[in-house]
């Protein structure tokens, strides 16, 4: 399955390891899960305004955003007040709705909560568990948000 632009959206310091499992399915044929990856890569600079503009041109250019929900994703950054939201993955799920991308969120474990900013949406779809099959199924079946 080929999804024309993903945004994956999740916690650097604690969950990066999925989003780099992503990319190792997708770059292993053995695998079923192809993406075209619209993320960002690490951007190189403490500005939160750089930041949030780069952000939201990946954003913009994606069809889907894929939030990854750890146990951190709700958590208070210590720039909330910069970024204008509680962390950096509200900020990208608020954009994502902005932007009408299709959002489809991969719960890691039972009892991590969702952004705050997902249960704004009117749409999303939720994967419990993150494996290959789940997370194509989710993005198969993901339609575009708005918010409520």
Known sequence: MIVAAVFVSFDWHNDRNYKHLMEAWHANPRFDFTFDDASSGEIDTYNVGRIKGALTTKINAATHTLVIVGAEANMR?????????????????????DA????????????????????????????????????????GRAVPAHRR
């Open 77 to 97: 950054h210590r720039n909330a007040a910069l970024i204008g939201y509680k962390n950096w993955i509200n900020f990208e799920v608020a954009r994502s709705i």
């Open 100 to 139: 009408h991308n299709s959002i489809v969120a991969v719960i890691l474990r039972a009892g991590n909560e969702l952004p705050e900013e997902l249960r704004a949406a009117s749409a999303y779809t939720t994967v419990n568990g993150f494996s290959e099959a789940a997370i194509i199924d989710g993005l």
